[in-house]
């Protein structure tokens, strides 16, 4: 079946230590992007990109880093320079950054 | 800036009956797209319905329409025979950029 993946559903860790979150389409879709949902609030863009080795900030990119070294594959990582990263992170894909959006299930991160 | 506004944070409809969910976006371009989006508490998020801006025609897809009023920068959703699975937060989206509203949360009576 074509979808996109997200793993783990729930990560737990200790302040001070980088996460990554793995994000995974095969729905052959160029571009893909990270989103941080934070209660009661809508979507903040991370970082997204349009093809591989090749990625764009968006507007809270401070604090995390992402890589597309494949097309299918689009990892965040969240460093210990983001002040307050437990949050609820989605990832999602499109043909291209015109067309609608594909989610994943999220991960839900918490920092302690 | 481009901003999505959706005033409404929690609307309430009796099973069967029509709701409708505002939508207002602000932007200097004439080529975008909008989209609203259900976020079931699983929380997965799920396309309902897309507008191209150069359409004048208004999308539809079922139960689900929208009222595009691109003068006004306005995008409602309009959910017709509600059911209890509709309830869910709904986000309204901006294309070029990538732009969410806060988000309103639907709940549906039986």
């Known amino acids: 079946d074509g979808g996109i993946t997200q793993s783990p559903k729930y990560l737990f860790r200790k302040e001070g230590q980088n996460v990554t979150l793995s994000c995974e389409q095969n729905?052959?879709?160029?571009?893909m992007y990270w989103y941080r949902q934070d209660p009661g609030q809508g979507l903040r863009l991370i970082y997204y990109?349009?093809?591989?080795?090749?990625?764009q900030k968006g507007d809270i990119a401070e604090g995390y880093s992402v890589s597309r070294e494949k097309k299918e594959s689009f990892p965040l990582t969240v460093t210990s320079a983001q002040k307050n990263p437990t949050a609820f992170y989605l990832c999602?894909?499109?043909?291209?950054?015109?067309?609608?959006?594909?989610f994943g299930p999220g991960t839900r991160l918490t920092v302690t | 800036a481009q901003t999505v506004t959706q005033s409404q944070p929690e609307m309430s409809v009796q099973e069967a009956e029509t709701v409708t969910l505002s939508c207002t976006y602000d932007?200097?371009?004439?080529?975008?797209?909008l989209f609203w989006y259900k976020q079931p508490p699983s929380r997965q998020m799920i396309l309902v319905i897309r507008?191209?801006?150069?359409?004048?025609q208004n999308a539809t897809e079922n139960r689900f329409s929208v009222n595009f009023q691109k003068a006004a920068k306005s995008f409602s959703l309009k959910i017709s025979d509600s059911q209890l699975g509709d309830a869910a937060m709904y986000f309204c989206?901006?294309?070029?950029?990538?732009?969410f509203g806060s988000g309103t949360k639907l709940n549906v009576k039986p």
């Open positions: 999602a894909s499109s043909i291209n950054r015109n067309y609608e959006q594909y």
């Open positions: 729905l052959n879709h160029d571009a």
């Open positions: 990109s349009q093809i591989v080795n090749d990625f």
């Open positions: 932007t200097s371009e004439s080529d975008y797209y």
């Open positions: 507008q191209e801006a150069y359409k004048q």
């Open positions: 989206a901006y294309r070029s950029k990538f732009y």
